[in-house]
């Protein structure tokens, strides 16, 4: 990954993981794809969060809702989230691999 990308919420950092293939893994045993992320938005970025606050999911669902409860978005969580999955290399080569081999 480029840079270490953060999601803010109730002013605190949360370091975005780096999508890896056990990244990767992970969110899909959470029932999280990568291509159907604009279908299950909420729970892609508790995944994210939850992975940012190494694995408690539970915590992480309880810090979106205070942080949208206090008037948060989740715009600038999903434009980092499509930042990480733009800039993993695991993920672009896999995209490579799929349009060489159509």
Known sequence: MKGKLKMIINNKNYTIPE???NTICT??????????????????????LGLAMNGDYEKAGKEMEEHLE????LDEM????????????????????????S
């Open 70 to 73: 206090n008037g948060g978005s």
């Open 78 to 101: 999903l434009e980092e989230i499509n930042k990480a999955v733009e800039e993993s290399g695991f993920f672009q080569a896999l995209n490579k691999n799929q349009k060489q081999s």
């Open 19 to 21: 999508l890896n293939f």
């Open 27 to 48: 969110l899909e045993e959470m029932g999280i794809s990568l291509t159907d992320m604009d279908k299950k938005i909420l729970s892609t970025v508790r995944g994210f």
